[in-house]
């Protein structure tokens, strides 16, 4: 996947996904962003979250909450593989014909980053254990059909939303810098295979390139480069899985005018040749629900 994940999030007339991510041992998932709210609960072993440059140790068991828009990242941190289930929902869910109290109330103002949800649900007392519970019972309803199956699914979501937004903190308006970031990052993922330069992504972010470079590794806990070069990776690993295109015409068109190079790279980053992941993409499909390719750390 580029920035944007790519897997379908529910579908139009109900947009809520629920779905399972298994991370091999010595992978990651390197940073992306959604336009649509998050809630995620380690099933197994443990790892940091990252959401927009803070950083959250997860356990197993732990959820977390992650923004509209928000740019995140996951690391394993011990020595298992790692699988978690994420719960994905457009804010379109909670709308009606026209706008009422609860979007106005506790709908906009999380996307306006005004109102602060929980970042994580650690206890499994009070109301953290009741989230986690009703995170669990949307997991057990995931794919299931028939008569008031999405009454379910959507009246333990409201009662999921409930919690967290009894248990938010009023702000002011975040913005700013983290806006930047993420224009560069759309950047990117539209430009991949033009020559983009340090200059021309610290110019669309409005910043030095030194002050550029921090604040995107501070956010990303990468460099500007290694990101770019992470997103040609996985746009090649598209083309690999859909086309029938010879390995050389992919790695030009995804930015890597040295095949040896792209070869090289894309080794360190996913354990294997272009030409084995092609061979292997369906296996690959089976650690890798979420729309995402985890990569090497």
Same mark, same amino acid.
């Given at each position: 996947m580029a920035v944007y994940e790519t897997i379908r999030h529910g579908t139009p007339d109900f947009p809520l996904e629920v779905h399972e991510t298994q991370v091999p041992i010595g992978f990651h998932l390197y940073p992306h962003l959604h336009a649509e709210f998050e809630f995620l609960v380690m099933a197994r072993g443990s790892g940091i979250l990252c959401v927009d440059g803070v950083s959250h140790r997860l356990a197993q %068991?732990?959820?977390?909450?992650?923004?509209? #828009?928000?740019? =995140?990242? $996951?690391?394993?941190? %011990? !020595?298992?593989?790692? @699988?978690?289930?994420?719960?994905?929902?457009?804010?379109?869910?909670?709308?009606? *014909?026209?706008?009422?109290?609860? !979007?106005?109330?506790?709908?906009?103002?999380?996307?306006?980053?005004?109102?602060? *949800?929980? @970042?994580?649900?650690?206890?499994?007392? %009070?109301? #953290? %254990?009741?989230?986690?519970? !009703?995170?669990?019972?949307?997991y057990d309803l995931r794919g299931k059909s028939g008569e008031c199956a999405e009454l379910e699914m959507k009246s333990r979501l409201f009662h999921l939303w409930a919690i967290l937004c009894g248990h938010g903190e009023r702000m =002011?308006?975040? $913005?700013?810098? /983290?806006?930047? /970031?993420r224009g560069v990052m759309e950047l990117i993922d539209r430009e991949y295979a033009s020559h983009l330069t340090l200059a021309d992504l610290a110019a669309a972010a409005h910043m030095s390139e030194s002050h550029f470079c921090r604040s995107f590794s501070a956010v990303t806990h990468m460099t500007p480069f290694s990101y770019l070069q992470q997103v040609r990776i996985q746009k090649s690993c598209q083309y690999l899985k859909n086309s029938d295109l010879p390995v050389s015409r992919i790695a030009l068109s995804c930015g890597f005018n040295d095949l040896s190079y792209y070869a090289r790279r894309f080794r360190e980053r996913i354990g294997c040749t272009p030409s084995e992941y092609r061979r292997g993409a369906a296996q690959e499909e089976s650690y890798s629900r979420s729309g995402e390719t985890p990569s090497r750390g």
């Open positions: %068991g732990d959820g977390a909450f992650v923004n509209a #828009q928000s740019i =995140h990242l $996951g690391i394993p941190d %011990g !020595t298992e593989p790692v @699988s978690f289930y994420a719960i994905v929902f457009s804010p379109r869910i909670f709308g009606s *014909l026209h706008n009422d109290a609860v !979007t106005e109330k506790y709908v906009e103002p999380v996307i306006r980053r005004t109102l602060r *949800l929980p @970042s994580v649900c650690a206890g499994r007392d %009070g109301w #953290q %254990g009741e989230a986690l519970r !009703t995170a669990g019972e949307l =002011h308006d975040e $913005g700013g810098k /983290l806006d930047e /970031l």
